[in-house]
């Protein structure tokens, strides 16, 4: 698809660590349209110019801006850090938006959770739920107010409501409560860290939810983990060997040895970039393969990284 060149048109800082940035068409047309749960990449650029995906957080007007709002991560790959050193005025240019995590048009009941920057598209599917009377609770969770983007604005909506644990998990959010048991037509999404992510999907699993109602969206900052090593892959079908050292993954290494892996997502959700593990332990970090894939050597090369020193991968 051909980018858009949009302008900063303005830049709010909601917590220490997130800016909003409201980005408008340059020539005043309208933005394209596109449907709640939807991310557009900003193309940074840079000696090797990087793509990162951001969910759009209101829902399609037909006016010609779009609402992003952006983390810094500190120990990330360089995007967040380019965001943030935006100023209002300038030009980015941006992949068309795209949607790889959509209500479920068929849904009778939508019960969506959002932990910390997660709250981007769940608050977009919660303001596009409301204003079309349809039936839906939000929960979102965080450490306290003070660094809970948006929360105003969940609180504004009629069955939103937003947990602050102050550090102790024991405070939170009662999860099996909250989720409760699953219904005809009820469809569960979620958003936020790995953690979150996948307490909330295990406890919906324990109370007899079924994979094809539970919806999940990861964000890139949440796949980094403490204790990452560096590692070696080795690519037998292509006959090169490449050093992953922490901070990037088997994907990154690949461009920046000029070969060109297929991928689409580059978050652990598509499962475009899969390949097969010949020899080596994987540390799965997507979201996409089951725990049957993963036992036959499924891997995703755009996240997922080593817990052995060598990884060998049939490319």
């Known amino acids: 698809m051909t980018p858009l060149s949009l302008r900063v048109d303005q830049i709010d800082t909601l917590t220490p660590l997130i800016r909003r940035l409201i980005l408008r068409t340059t020539d005043g047309t309208p933005a394209p349209d596109y449907t709640a749960g939807a991310h ?33 991560e500190a120990e990330g790959t360089g995007g967040s850090r380019w965001v943030h050193s935006l100023s209002v005025g ?3 240019e941006v992949s068309p938006p795209k949607n790889l995590f959509p209500l479920e048009e068929a849904a009778e009941e939508h019960l969506l959770f959002a932990g910390g920057i997660g709250i981007t598209p769940i608050l977009c599917m919660a303001r596009a739920l409301a204003a079309a009377g349809k039936r839906y609770a939000m929960h979102y969770a965080a450490r306290d107010r003070e660094r809970a983007a948006y929360c105003t ?7 939103a409501r937003c947990w602050f644990d102050g550090g102790d998990p024991a405070k939170g959010m009662p999860l099996a409560e909250v989720i409760a048991a699953p219904a005809a037509g009820r469809h569960l999404y979620v958003c936020g860290p790995k953690g979150f992510i ?51 993954t088997v994907m990154d290494v690949m461009e920046e040895a000029g070969l ?24 799965h970090r997507d979201i996409c393969l089951s725990e049957r894939e993963r036992k036959e050597g499924g891997f995703c090369t755009c996240v997922s990284r080593a817990r052995s020193e060598r990884l060998v991968l049939e490319l």
Not at 265 to 275: L, N, T, W
Request: hydrophobic letters at 40%; glycine letters at 10%.
């Open 260 to 283: 060109d892996p297929m991928f689409d997502c580059r978050r652990g959700e598509c499962g475009i970039c899969v390949a097969k593990v010949l020899d080596g332990e994987a540390d």
């Open 153 to 159: 604005e969940v609180e504004a909506l009629e069955h």
């Open 90 to 92: 300038e030009v980015v």
């Open 198 to 248: 996948a307490a909330v999907l295990d406890t919906g699993r324990q109370l007899g939810w079924a994979d094809a109602n539970l919806h999940c969206e990861l964000f890139t900052g949440a796949l980094d983990e403490a204790g990452d090593r560096p590692f070696t892959v080795e690519l037998s079908t292509s006959g090169v060997t490449l050093e992953v050292p922490v901070g990037k």
């Open 40 to 72: 557009i990449e900003l193309h940074v650029p840079g000696e090797r110019p990087l793509r990162r995906a951001y969910s759009l957080v209101t829902p399609a007007s037909g006016g010609d801006a779009l609402e992003i709002a952006v983390q810094l």
